[in-house]
């Protein structure tokens, strides 16, 4: 399982959610505290819904186009809506309420110069300064 692969063997207790599994092992690793992903423990995705499994994936699909548009160009500002769903047949659990529709928006320029960008020089390396809702 790719989650596995990222975070390392679960731990014994598979109730844990991935964030709190994230901080134990992996510090240092930026991390959103209340993203959809980490607040479900290995147990929940295993065993949820499919239409909620479907929101999550969804969710983690723009989120990925949000991070693929601004390693393409990093002087546009990205820009998105969260929306709720309206499948009124899916019988979500309390997380899976939280999550939102990301209806993604044209980008724009984050500033009237080059110097505003999503990536920035620092030490010799290139690093990209993030908001935090771009994080999974």
Known sequence: ?????????????????LGEQLIMRKTGLPIRNRGPLLQYSLNELQTMEACEMRYLADWLKSIR????????????????????????GCQLSEKGKKIKKMVLEPPSLLG??????????????QIYWLPVDFLP
């Open 1 to 17: 399982m790719l989650i596995k692969s990222i975070i390392g063997e679960p731990s014994l207790d598979e109730n844990t959610t």
């Open 65 to 88: 186009k949000v991070l693929i548009s601004v390693a393409e160009e990093p002087m546009k500002k990205i820009s998105f809506k969260l929306q709720d769903y309206r499948d009124s």
């Open 112 to 125: 009237p110069g080059n110097e505003y960008s999503y990536l920035h020089s620092l030490y010799g390396e």
